[in-house]
Nanobody, 123 residues
Framework: QVQLVESGGGSVQAGGSLRLSCAAS????????MGWFRQAPGKEREGVAT????????KYANSVKGRFTISQNSARNTVYLQMNSLKPGDTAVYYC????????????????WGQGTQVTVST
């Protein structure tokens, strides 16, 4: 059974940093795309960053480029999202997701999802 478990959310003031983790289990880690998505109240879920496990190729939403970094551990079973220079607009529930193959930006293309972790950025 595939499981994705997020951790690391919390509350921080604008300009601060948080690091999210997503521990994956129950499947092989090669040729997988791991993604971070977020959903703010009243808004649709949107892509934040993706990482292809084989070569660590990454993609970012324009809104987080230069501030957020997605990475994986050497065992390729944990994905991180380092979030720096956080803004109130980053406030959302952050979800980890996974799928086989390439990394589309559309959430509906992802097969497995974590339970989500809340990130709140205050002024």
């Amino acid at each position: 059974q595939v499981q994705l478990v997020e951790s690391g959310g919390g509350s921080v003031q604008a300009g601060g940093s948080l690091r999210l983790s997503c521990a994956a289990s129950g499947y092989t880690y090669w040729r997988r795309c791991m993604g971070w998505f977020r959903q703010a109240p009243g808004k649709e879920r949107e892509g934040v960053a993706t990482l292809y496990t084989d070569d660590s190729d990454t993609k970012y939403a324009n809104s987080v480029k230069g501030r957020f970094t997605i990475s994986q551990n050497s065992a390729r079973n944990t994905v991180y999202l380092q979030m720096n220079s956080l803004k109130p607009g980053d406030t959302a529930v952050y979800y980890c997701a996974a799928r086989s193959g390439s990394c589309p930006a559309v959430p509906d293309q992802y097969t497995y999802w974590g339970q989500g972790t809340q990130v709140t950025v205050s002024t």
